[in-house]
């Protein structure tokens, strides 16, 4: 085919190894087709060990059936119209997501060990659309977990909100929780780059966000000092969204466009902060 008839410019002619500039729909197109590759290699790896999906289900199980049972009976904690139950299942949804997001950073660590980060590295592919594409794989592997947390709390009696829109609505809640701190798990790999240091600040990370948050008790009893770290948590948003689209009485908080809103900017963020510092893992 000449230049003529691929629509090539004849100022260009002369030079035709020339790139042209893309349109912003191209390359936003080419991105998210770059995202996506990356989201589905990544979640292709659940096929040779599913087992880890089960075993991550094992805590958050235990807290419905142990400490969601004692405390609904014992009724210390004040939920309104809500019974504890039903109060906490949100929350408990909510944490199993940050249990399996929190510690998703390791994976990039043992990429770089064997040798896979170099390849990622040395392609066309923007930095930002691999950490986006791992957070995304990230959401995918907690949709699993939805599904047992519904299972479970269908079996405890919990009043759940069976509207399409609403189940819609805490699967798009679950993937943005999921690929914020799977995101947020990829600086802290990028900033200690080695297994034993990630381990360990995400153990301590991670009851912290639980607890500041509004996953097992309401905000307004807890401290001042406690409450003004819940407000910049976005695990409270993530359980606040969760609460008002998972139960057939629930009401948020904030309301969802605040929740939504909170979770997409935090999230575009870290993906840009996390781009940027996605090769010092290789350093």
Not at 38 to 53: C, G, M, Q, V
Not at 155 to 164: A, C, I, S, Y
Not at 182 to 200: H, P, Q
Request: charged letters at 10%.
């Amino acid at each position: 085919m000449t230049l003529q008839e691929q629509g090539v410019p004849r100022a260009d002619w002369a030079n035709p190894g020339l790139a042209r500039p893309t349109s912003p729909l191209a390359s936003l197109v080419g991105f998210l087709d770059k995202t996506a590759t990356i989201a589905e290699l990544e979640a292709r790896k659940l096929r040779h060990d599913p087992t880890e999906l089960i075993t991550r289900a094992v805590q958050p199980a235990l807290w419905l059936l142990v400490f969601g049972q004692v405390f609904n009976q014992v009724r210390a904690i004040p939920t309104g119209d809500l019974r504890y139950i039903d109060f906490m299942a949100p929350g408990i949804l909510a944490q199993s997501v940050l249990f399996i997001a929190i510690f998703y950073g390791i994976a990039v660590i043992w990429e770089r060990d064997l040798g896979i980060l170099q390849k990622f590295l040395v392609s066309p592919t923007p930095r930002t659309a691999i950490v986006l594409g791992k957070a995304l794989s990230a959401g995918v592997r907690s949709l699993s977990q939805a599904v047992i947390i519904y299972i479970l709390t269908l079996l405890l009696g919990v009043h759940l909100n069976w509207n399409p829109l609403a189940l819609l609505g805490v699967l798009g809640i679950v993937l943005l929780g999921a690929a914020f701190f799977s995101t947020f798990s990829l600086i802290i790999a990028c900033l200690v780059k080695t297994r034993e240091r990630f381990m360990g600040i995400g153990q301590v990370l991670t009851m912290p966000l639980f607890f500041a948050s509004n996953a097992i008790y309401p905000i307004a009893i807890m401290p001042p000092w406690l409450q003004a770290i819940s407000h910049v948590n976005p695990l409270t948003y993530e359980v606040d969204a969760l609460r008002a689209l998972m139960l057939a009485n629930g009401a948020s908080a904030y309301g969802l466009g605040v929740d939504y809103a909170v979770l997409i900017v935090a999230l575009a963020v870290l993906v840009v902060i996390a781009g940027r510092l996605y090769p010092n893992v290789a350093a």
